[in-house]
């Protein structure tokens, strides 16, 4: 929870600042995810399991998460998902 609240603080000071924020990091339960609020999920869930055996263990798959990838990404992929983050982030 720790880790949500200092990357919530962050990602909130800089959109008061008007600028567009991407934050990038483990979020492992459904409670940290609810508590950072994100406005747009991207799971990455192309590993099996983390280096963390604590975290492993305490770890939710996300039920809402707006982008699903299963592998890493291609150019092609990366492009489209661009685009779409870009429709989102204007409306």
């Given amino acids: 929870m720790r880790q949500a609240d200092r990357m919530k603080y962050y990602a909130d000071f800089e959109m008061f600042n008007n600028r567009t924020v991407i934050c990038d990091f483990v979020c492992p339960t459904e409670d940290t995810r609810n508590h950072f609020d994100a406005h747009i999920m991207i799971w990455m869930d192309t590993i099996e399991e983390g280096r963390f055996e604590d975290t492993n263990k305490l770890f ?4 809402n998460a707006d982008y699903h990838f299963k592998h890493w990404l291609s150019d092609g992929d990366i492009e489209a998902l661009a685009n779409g983050l870009k429709k989102e982030i204007s409306t």
Avoid: D, I, L, N
């Fill in 60 to 63: 939710e798959k996300p039920t």
